[in-house]
């Protein structure tokens, strides 16, 4: 075979597009199956030490009465699979931030409702090929031949689009068109809007416990989590990006593995203010110290960590109220009440 035949192989799009999917089809096996072999990862709570199971669960019945959505209770219920009723008389026996109110109207919830289909067939089914990929059985053939008929059927798509191509680019250039006109038309009238409520919004209310909060969040540090930094977006209902908030570790005290967190950073950003909101919540040691106090005042008005203690934090348009739920200290080498074991926050969102 010459080399102009072979150009002329090469400048066909009806040669060249399969023999380029074939060739990544086999590339990509090789580097997923042999070079990089998949690793399962974010299984279901159930899989979690005993302790970590109870502080979830308690997370689930806390969200679930407060907010008063039965999904988030069924939903914990499943996931924790066996493990759930241990799980539920451990938090009754020891429920730390919770009532037995709440406990009992989380175990009614899960004990009235009819699961008729499990969530936690498909853990359950990545669990079972963890396991058996632990256990040295190979790679799972049939798995193997099914991503290999979908890759096929998705490489004869592109080949009938390439075909077909000329006699429909113009049609569906128009349409692109159109919708590009389109979304530029609602973009301009949503500007507008934005603009008018601007102009015209009244006075901002201060929020009170009976107004609904546009967000709300709950978030757990633990001793160990040394790369703790948890952010959440803020939508208002219409989906509109309001802001984002979030809660880092801000301070340690002392040397070695894992860091002994002495203050937590607590950030409000608005999408309309110019600057981000911080405040710092200290431990008792880092609160009484003058040095660690003056150094952390830097990066947001000190806050002194308390059971039920609510800290407020305002920007142009969003207040954002950040209450400790739960805390305790550790213990060891460091001084008394120097860093935290555990705290748990809750964050709830208003619009000014």
């Not at 399962?40 to 970590?52: C, I």
């Not at 068109?177 to 530029?184: A, K, V």
């Not at 002994?260 to 009484?288: C, G, P």
């Amino acid at each position: 075979m010459d080399s102009e035949k072979i150009m002329s192989y090469l400048k066909d799009y009806r040669v060249t597009i399969p023999v380029g999917v074939v060739l990544g089809l086999i590339l990509g096996l090789v580097i997923g199956w042999g070079i990089w072999p998949v690793q399962w990862t974010d299984l279901a709570p159930y899989h979690l030490r005993q302790d970590l199971r109870e502080d979830y669960m308690r997370m689930s019945i806390y969200t679930a009465t407060t907010i008063g959505d039965g999904s988030i209770a069924t939903k914990a219920w499943m996931e924790l699979e066996d493990t759930a009723e241990e799980t539920l008389e451990a938090v009754r026996n020891e429920p730390r931030y919770l009532n037995q109110q709440q406990i009992t109207s989380f175990a009614a919830i899960v004990g009235a409702e009819s699961i008729q289909v499990s969530p936690t067939t498909e853990v359950t089914e990545v669990t079972e090929i963890v396991e058996e990929l632990d256990d040295g059985g190979g790679p799972n053939w049939l798995l193997l031949g099914g991503l290999c008929l979908v890759l096929l059927v998705v490489a004869a798509a592109v080949i009938y689009f390439f075909i077909l191509r000329d006699n429909s680019k113009e049609g569906v250039h128009k349409e692109i068109l159109g919708t590009r006109e389109r979304s530029e038309s609602d973009f301009i009238f949503e500007k507008d809007q934005q603009r008018f409520a601007s102009q015209h919004d009244a006075s901002p209310a201060v929020p009170d416990e009976q107004t609904m909060p546009v967000a709300q969040f709950m978030t757990t540090y633990m001793v160990g989590d040394d790369l703790y930094d948890d952010s959440f977006s803020i939508d208002a209902p219409t989906g509109e990006f309001l802001g984002e908030c979030g809660v880092g570790i801000s301070e340690t005290v002392g040397v070695g593995d894992p860091k002994r967190v002495t203050a937590f950073e607590v950030w409000l950003f608005d999408k309309n203010d110019i600057q981000t909101v911080t405040k710092v919540i200290m431990s008792a040691h880092a609160y009484d110290e003058d040095k660690i106090r003056m150094r952390l005042e830097s990066k947001g008005e000190p806050v002194l960590a308390e059971p039920g203690k609510q800290v407020l934090l305002e920007t142009a348009t969003l207040q954002l109220e950040a209450r400790v739920i739960d805390m305790e200290y550790g213990e060891g080498a460091a001084p008394d009440q120097s860093y935290f074991q555990r705290l748990t926050l809750e964050l709830a969102i208003w619009p000014k």
